[in-house]
């Protein structure tokens, strides 16, 4: 049972506009979460996170937005830019759990068209 | 500074054979990690190393899974008798400490095609 799940497997976004790239979860002992950026033939690279006592966290173009009560969480990319264009992981995790690994969805494909 | 290796970055073999997957994580990082990501899904954690002990390995797939850290750096992750199942692209990660607040950076992964 995939417990972070990305519904879309694939997005299509105009260069200058917004991309919003969607997770949902099922856990609720998850209180930290995380996006990952992955280009091809390398491993993914950390972009942006958010704890749970928090509902929104900005870095530059990319921002995280968390509705706990939805179990869901969105990643806005504005305005996007064609090297964006990658596979986006959602992936969560429980502080203090004993596993300490992070637990994944499939990722989404955004493809950034001129 | 050198980021996390991987070796090697593609292995084909024979079902049944035994592979070993070699990861040399960042320097000075305590905290070591391995996944797998199989066609189409997301990113599977198996374990987790910090220094050279694996709290839990129930994340290991099955009893022909086994992984190893010396000195509490390199990492092995062995696998025996492989299936077809096992094909995937199997990923190693490091962090400064173990935690989920800590960032974890990945390697560039290894491909293992098991025929």
């Known amino acids: 049972d995939q417990q972070v799940k990305q519904n879309s497997p694939s997005l299509s976004v105009q260069e200058g506009r917004i991309s919003i790239l969607n997770c949902d979860y099922t856990?609720?002992?998850?209180?930290?979460f995380l996006w990952y950026k992955k280009y091809p033939a390398e491993g993914p690279t950390f972009l942006i996170s958010?704890?749970?006592?928090?509902d929104k966290n900005e870095d530059g173009r990319f921002t995280v937005f968390l509705n706990k009560s939805a179990k869901h969480l969105s990643l806005h990319i504005v305005p996007s830019q064609p090297g964006d264009s990658a596979v986006y992981f959602c992936?969560?995790?429980?502080f203090g759990g004993g596993a300490d690994g992070l637990t994944f969805g499939k990722g989404t494909h955004l493809i950034i068209q001129p | 500074g050198a980021g996390v290796s991987q070796s090697p970055s593609n292995k084909v073999t024979e079902k049944g054979k035994d592979v070993e997957l070699r990861c040399d994580p960042i320097?000075?990082?305590?905290?070591l990690y391995w996944y797998r990501q199989s066609l189409g899904q997301g990113l599977e954690f198996l374990i987790y190393?910090?220094?050279?002990?694996?709290?839990?390995k129930s994340g290991l797939p099955s009893d022909r899974f086994s992984a190893e850290r010396t000195g509490g750096s390199v990492s092995t992750l062995t696998i025996q008798r492989t299936q077809q199942e096992d094909s995937a692209v199997y990923l190693c990660?490091?962090?400064?400490?173990?935690?989920?607040?800590?960032?974890?950076?990945f390697g560039p992964g290894t491909r293992l095609t098991v025929l």
């Open positions: 990660a490091s962090s400064l400490v173990s935690g989920a607040y800590n960032e974890q950076f």
């Open positions: 856990n609720s002992m998850f209180d930290y």
């Open positions: 958010i704890s749970s006592i928090k």
């Open positions: 992936a969560a995790s429980e």
């Open positions: 320097s000075g990082h305590t905290a």
């Open positions: 190393f910090q220094g050279n002990s694996a709290p839990d």
